[in-house]
């Protein structure tokens, strides 16, 4: 039998992060992984009012929004008030707190471009932020080093975005930036356990794609003491999706990994939206939250992949589905912690988790792999079989380095003729409106397959998406001036779908067209 979590294992995590629906009496949070209470918990009946009313059109703009009094004056004040009136409400909010992204977006670049490359140079500067020190009752956490935001309504730290910038800042030189955000990043993990999708208090509860090996990676620093501090971080990190509420056995006694949150209600961001999709559903509702937050943790928020019918949101089940790039990031994880751990001396771990990888290269290779149609998929634990359809994961086993010969050819295949598109690399294979879905591409799924296809020596293949997505991204900066978060590679334009509007900045597009141009001028060479 395949051992899939019953709902109960939530109920320590429910414990330990201390979530109240809205309404309650704001609480501290205390939580092993040393949280603090989100806006949801700390303002009750005015932050579900703010939210469920829509007071403001992006959902992110009240959790991001700064008291400038304290936390039971401002509720004592709304609990006196009558604020039916949303223009009166947004009034009491714009009074009691400092909001951001209110300002008027500027406007579309008109005239010369500057070369491509050199307009990501000079971005560089205006997406880094110092050191946070958060001030008094903001949702932001303290971040002990300069970073990269993706820019847009993303003004915080994120966590598989900032890899993908990295590449960029790379190429351009931009060494003490990667430094400075790994050194970051492994502060998180010594804080919370994890790496938290972004350093918000909202988005402790989870965490995102394991690319903290990836980004270390690119570090040339070389200090013994470093490098140990750095390998109990990704030990650290590894016991946090490993964890049993992550994890399901299957029938050969494989144990593989799924996307979670420790929290089952509605995100703060997206309170509103998780609602609906919640009464849409006919489900108990805490159920939907789950797989709706799960969802988040991918990064594929959202996608057909974590959908039970492929097309609607309302039956998400992304708990129930072990998929093929978490997985293979996690056996990446492994290797590297195998590996650090014998430059450090550490015999015993790097045994333990050379074994540890070797185990779940197995299990990803038996249940992960169609050979029908040549691909790897994300395993269904209710239905006991792969889900239908191709998407962008299945290059992750080549990207990672798993695997070679004759399957890596095989999903070259496949790639080449279910999943490449005049502009790039397609998401999915489905169109449902959801933003990780056709006919969007978006940059790092873009860098995943070309440098998952250059690895097994698909360099034609991995030639023909990479000039693709460079096309498709320099006719948008032509048009408009602008590097966008995503883009519709059927059509060759922005991208769209999902739950916000289009951002630009944009972090991880801006560091993969300037590693793939590198690639390009490198191959010329």
């Given amino acids: 039998m395949i051992h899939a979590k019953p709902l109960r294992w939530a109920l320590p995590l429910l414990l330990a992060g201390c979530a109240t629906m809205p309404g309650a009496p704001p609480v501290a949070q205390v939580s092993r992984a040393g949280a603090v209470a989100t806006p949801a918990e700390r303002f009750g009946p005015l ?97 002990s080093d300069r970073f990269v935001v993706p820019g847009g309504r993303f003004r915080e730290l994120y966590y598989w975005d900032s890899y993908f910038t990295m590449l960029g800042l790379a190429a ?3 060494q003490d930036l990667i430094e400075s955000m790994v050194a970051g990043f492994t502060d998180l993990v010594e804080r919370y356990g994890h790496v938290p999708n972004g350093t918000r208090s909202y988005y402790l509860s989870r965490s995102q794609p394991p690319f903290l090996y990836l980004m270390m990676g690119l570090s040339k620093v070389q200090d013994p003491a470093v490098l140990k501090r750095r390998l109990a971080a990704l030990k650290r990190e590894h016991a946090f999706f490993t964890a049993p509420e992550r994890s399901v056995t299957l029938p050969d006694g494989a144990v593989l990994q799924h996307y979670w949150d420790g929290r089952d209600t509605p995100r703060d961001e997206s309170w509103r939206e998780d609602v609906e999709t919640a009464r849409a559903s006919g489900r108990p509702a805490a159920e939907v939250y789950r797989h709706l937050r799960a969802g988040a943790e991918s990064g ?22 072990l998929p093929a790039d978490l997985n293979s990031l996690l056996w990446g994880l492994e290797r590297s912690i195998a590996d650090l751990a014998t430059r450090t001396g550490d015999a015993a771990t790097a045994r333990d988790f050379a074994a540890r990888a070797a185990r779940r290269g ?80 978006w940059a790092p799924l873009q860098w995943v397959g070309v440098h998952g296809l250059d690895r097994v020596g698909e360099r034609v293949l991995a030639d023909r998406i990479a000039g693709s997505f460079l096309t498709t991204v320099e006719r948008e900066y032509a048009a408009s001036g602008k590097l966008v978060e995503k883009y519709d590679v059927e059509a060759v334009r922005p991208g769209g779908g999902g739950e916000y509007p289009l951002q630009d900045g944009f972090g991880w597009t801006n560091g993969v067209t300037r590693a793939l141009l590198d690639r390009a001028a490198a191959g010329r060479n």
């Fill in 172 to 174: 351009d030189g931009r």
């Fill in 362 to 441: 197995q299990a990803i290779e038996r249940w992960l792999w169609s050979e029908g149609e040549g691909r790897y998929g994300d395993y269904d634990v209710a239905r006991q079989r792969l889900r239908g359809g191709a998407s962008a994961a299945t290059a992750f086993p080549l990207f990672v380095g798993l695997t070679t010969g004759p399957r890596a050819a095989r999903v070259a295949r496949t790639i080449e003729t279910r999943l490449v598109a005049p502009g790039g690399l397609r998401s999915t294979e489905v169109q449902t409106g959801q933003q990780w879905d056709r006919p969007n591409g």
């Fill in 300 to 321: 594929w928020d959202y996608s057909s992949r974590w959908l039970a019918d492929g097309r609607t949101l309302a039956t998400i089940d992304t708990t129930n589905i």
């Fill in 47 to 143: 932050f579900e009012a703010v939210q469920m009313r829509r007071i403001f059109p992006d959902g992110k703009t009240f959790v991001d929004a700064v008291p400038r009094r304290s936390d039971a004056a401002i509720l004592a004040e709304y609990r006196r008030g009558s604020f039916a009136d949303d223009a009166a409400l947004r009034a009491f909010v714009l009074a009691n707190f400092d909001v951001p992204g209110l300002e008027t977006p500027p406007a579309s670049a008109t005239g010369p471009r500057l070369p491509i490359a050199r307009h990501i140079a000079e971005l560089w500067p205006h997406l880094t932020r110092d050191p946070v020190t958060p001030p008094p009752g903001s949702s932001a956490l303290a971040v």
